[in-house]
């Protein structure tokens, strides 16, 4: 159709204009030997965006853990409970894995949950990594962990597109705060001041 339109520009003397009003013209001339389409419908209506869960929103999430046991953010009403989206090749997300077990072991005796949400496409690389963590991880630092690709996987959380990001709620499952990349010190006073409130 390009090719068409430049070939009618040039014949019709029209290269001189602007492109958009050479097209403006040529157009209607190109469209003109053809005959309608009955057939052709109206315009599909673009699909809504989907919107991240906002401050304030009410968090849901279930599915089954990476290690086969169901999971309800139900569960943790009473706590307060930080949900982190993750991905594998995420060099920051991998890097604050060890920060994010170690403040859930300093906090077990207090009503705090973490949740980790991996992201990932492909299972098995998931898998895989976990599969290193079993070996590496005290027991007592595990906290559960989802697949988003999951057949029973379900959150209203929203697109990510920044890895981490994580979501603080308050003890009815309200978002408190949204964070964005790697949780700084200053941010993990702030949660520890929601958590020993």
């Known amino acids: 159709m390009l090719i068409r339109s430049l070939v009618v520009l040039c014949r019709t003397g029209l290269l001189g204009l602007s492109l958009s009003a050479a ?5 209607p ?9 009955v057939r052709r419908s109206a315009a599909p209506t673009p699909a809504a965006e989907p919107v991240r869960l906002a401050v304030g929103g009410q968090a849901r999430l279930s599915g089954v853990q990476l290690d086969g046991k169901p999971f309800d953010l139900a569960s943790t009403r009473g706590k307060v409970t930080l949900v982190v989206f993750w991905h594998k090749d995420c060099a ?25 949400v991996a992201t990932d496409t492909d299972v098995q690389s998931v898998r895989d990594y976990e599969q290193i963590l079993q070996v590496a991880v005290p027991q007592a630092q595990n906290f559960p962990r989802l697949w988003r690709g999951g057949a029973s996987h ?6 990510i597109s920044t890895y981490p990001t994580s979501f603080l709620l308050d003890r009815q499952g309200k978002v408190l705060r949204v964070f964005a990349g790697r949780i ?4 993990w006073d702030d949660i520890a001041e929601v958590v020993l409130q």
């Open 23 to 27: 097209l403006t013209h040529a157009q």
């Open 29 to 37: 001339a190109a469209e003109a030997s053809r005959k309608p389409d």
């Open 92 to 116: 920051v997300c991998r890097a604050r894995m060890p920060e994010l077990r170690a403040n859930y072991l300093g906090w077990r005796d207090k009503p705090f949950e973490l949740v980790s």
């Open 154 to 159: 379900g959150d209203n959380f929203g697109p």
């Open 184 to 187: 700084e010190a200053a941010l």
